[in-house]
């Protein structure tokens, strides 16, 4: 029996030895590993150390402490971590490994005059919690050539090599500081982070409960600081292999679009400005951005950069790097943006937007309400039809030409840009007056361009204006008591190539309680290089234009008293005998034509009939008899317009 005893009390000391033994080994094996991942660090031409590593093999915890890195030939980051500790370590395989949890403190980025525009700035988090974990057992070598753009594919490919169930951070401190520049500096604190699902580089969701942020603006004369919060920031769908693909050089033809976010929400958002603005808004969404990565090349636009912040860039300079931005939104998709109610206070009073949407390329302002010096101003809605970030920064670009005025190529690049724009529901103070105008709608398109001309347009008006007494031009309105005109204008144009035609149909103007007016007219014969700004060439190309059959018509609300009232006070008469007069001088016209053109005489009959009854519509039709150049129907228009008459045939009509 003593012997039993001594024998297991032997195998006892044994197996604590070996247990303390093979924990040596275990803890030296640790050691050595993150040794061996520092050293490649340094190798790489950074710098990196750290302090105590020790590893329980209890609870397979692992624990390194004091972590320095400063990558690249030129250290232009700084990383910092006071303690990683990951429990539940095992080696998947020889290149990766899992966790149960990773939990790292103190950890601290500071970017230091990065890139040409020398930005600096940091990044804290005292705690960062990860969850069911997988990644590298062995970490890329930083780039040696320290570049941002460089510095960015890395972070995301090390990113991608990283999973987990979920990532938490109580805080993150960012600040910067452009030295000087339009950045101006300050700082951004974010609280309540945590990520769900990360794998590949790919995240389910990501959110932020509170943001504070405090930017400190240079601008001559009066400079301002922002400060602002704004909650609830959700990302939905996001995925980094989107942003490493187009930051590679290797994909510079890829046309193919990448998704980057499904869906960004956030609000409410609060902005104020030390100089008394403030904004509120109650949340702002964005859908679907992708990217496109032989356009959205970032590496280019900071290519262009200027070394030297304080000298002016050149025309040149400045059209390059507009260029560059305009090929950089090129290659930016984005599905829908919406930014929610928003108010904007200002010491003038407060102005409020119901919501700015983006979609389809339709950007669109609704429910406007702000006041002006005259007094409130509403909008049911504003809207840009096909509007085009890149088209519109394309066409500023080929503007910078100092010292020279755009050329008509130049202005008409602005059709590009969109192709139409609306305007809604609006009610606006009317000059200084009590008077309100009221525009129902007003909606211009366009399309069908050749070169940059359009040969295809839609203008619809819909409104009623106070009349002024103050313009000459409306003093017989308002003399007749006009005190309002309702306009209702439908005006259609379009060039069919095909057939060579070019159509007015319809084109008509209501003005309420005055006429209603309609016209038709249709051009044949009409060339394509008629669509150009060369004055020369248009002349030469009109040459071949031939007039088509021409229709108006006139319906009479007020205008024939209009016009009776007003001869009557000219003439002091009375308005029977004011009405009478005209009649008679237009009969009298007629027989001065009749000898000429029996269809003229016919037509100026219907004109008089159409004065001597109000309340009538007139209708005239001219169709050419053959061949009608219009250059030479203007030509005699000018100086025989009887003769110009002549070539068509008049049918006119008079009716209740």
Not at 443 to 465: D, E, F, Y
Not at 565 to 575: D, E, I, L
């Amino acid at each position: 029996m003593k012997r039993i005893l001594i024998g297991l009390i032997a195998v006892a000391a044994l197996a604590a030895g070996g247990r303390f033994g093979f924990n040596l080994y275990v803890q030296h094996r640790a050691t050595a590993e993150v040794e061996a991942a520092f050293d490649r660090l340094r190798a790489g031409g950074g710098k990196a150390s750290h302090g105590k590593v020790a590893f329980d093999l209890t609870s397979r915890t692992l624990t390194i402490e004091d972590i320095a890195i400063a990558p690249g030939d030129q250290p232009q980051a700084q990383i910092k971590i006071a303690g990683i500790k990951g429990s539940g370590v095992r080696l998947v395989n020889e290149k990766r490994f899992s966790a149960d949890s990773i939990d790292i403190t103190g950890f601290e980025v500071a970017l230091d005059e990065v890139g040409p525009a020398k930005l600096k700035a940091s990044y804290k988090v005292p705690q960062i919690t990860m969850r069911d974990c997988t990644g590298p057992v062995h970490a890329e070598n930083a780039p040696a050539g320290g570049s941002l753009v460089d510095m960015y594919r890395y972070v995301l490919d090390q990113y991608a090599s990283v999973t987990a169930s979920s990532l938490t951070a109580p805080t993150l401190m960012m600040t910067f500081d452009a030295g000087g520049g339009a950045a101006g500096s300050g700082e951004i604190s974010y609280s309540g982070l945590a990520i769900q699902n990360l794998k590949h580089g790919k995240v389910d969701a990501m959110k932020a409960d509170r943001a504070v942020f405090t930017i400190d603006v240079p601008q001559p004369g009066r400079p301002d600081k922002l400060t602002g919060e704004l909650s609830n920031l959700i990302v939905n769908d996001f995925d980094a292999t989107a942003i490493a693909a187009a930051l590679d050089p290797q994909k510079t033809n890829d046309d193919s679009y990448h998704r980057v976010y499904r869906q960004i929400s956030v609000g409410p958002y609060v902005l104020k400005s030390a100089q008394g603005m403030r904004m509120d808004i109650d949340g702002i969404t964005f859908e679907d951005i992708a990217v496109q990565p032989s356009k959205f090349r970032p590496a280019g636009i900071l290519a262009l950069m200027p070394a030297d912040r304080s000298a002016l860039p050149t025309p040149a300079q400045s059209r390059e790097m507009i260029e560059e931005l305009a090929g950089f939104y090129e290659g930016v998709r984005v599905g829908r943006i919406e930014v929610g109610k928003t108010s904007i206070g200002t010491p003038q009073g407060t102005a409020k937007v119901n919501a700015i949407r983006y979609q389809l390329g339709e950007f669109a302002i609704e429910g406007v309400d702000t006041p002006s010096p005259q007094g409130q101003f509403k909008m049911e809605r504003f809207a840009l039809k096909s509007f085009s970030v890149a088209n519109l920064m394309h066409w500023a670009a080929s503007l910078t030409n100092p010292g020279q005025p755009p050329s008509p190529d130049q202005m008409l690049g602005l059709f590009r840009v969109l192709e139409g724009a609306e305007i809604k529901g609006v009610v606006s103070p009317f000059k200084n007056t009590r008077q309100l105008v009221t525009i129902d709608t007003i909606s211009l398109n366009w399309g069908q361009l050749v070169r940059s001309i359009p040969s295809k347009a839609n203008l619809v008006v819909k409104m009623v204006t106070p009349t002024d007494p103050t313009n000459p031009a409306q003093r017989a309105l308002t003399m007749a008591g006009v005190d309002k005109l309702a306009i209702d204008l439908d005006l259609g144009a379009a060039w069919t190539e095909a057939s060579g035609t070019f159509a007015l149909a319809p084109a008509t103007i209501d003005l309420g309680n005055l006429a209603k007016a309609q016209a038709r007219f249709a051009l044949a014969n009409v060339p394509r290089g008629l669509f150009t700004t060369d004055p020369a060439q248009a002349m030469g190309q009109a040459a071949q234009v031939e007039t088509g059959a021409i229709e108006l018509s006139l319906r009479d609300s007020g205008v024939v008293d209009l016009v009776v009232a007003q001869f009557s006070r000219m003439q002091n008469v009375g308005r029977d005998a004011a009405r009478t007069a005209i009649v008679e001088m237009i009969r009298a016209q007629g027989e001065k034509v009749a000898a000429a053109n029996l269809d003229a005489k016919e037509a100026v009959d219907a004109i008089a009939s159409f004065v001597a009854t109000s309340g009538q519509t007139l209708t005239i039709k001219l169709t050419p008899l053959g061949k009608v150049p219009v250059l030479q129907l203007m030509k005699v228009l000018n100086s025989e317009p009887i003769v110009a008459l002549a070539q068509f045939r008049i049918e006119t009509s008079t009716g209740l």
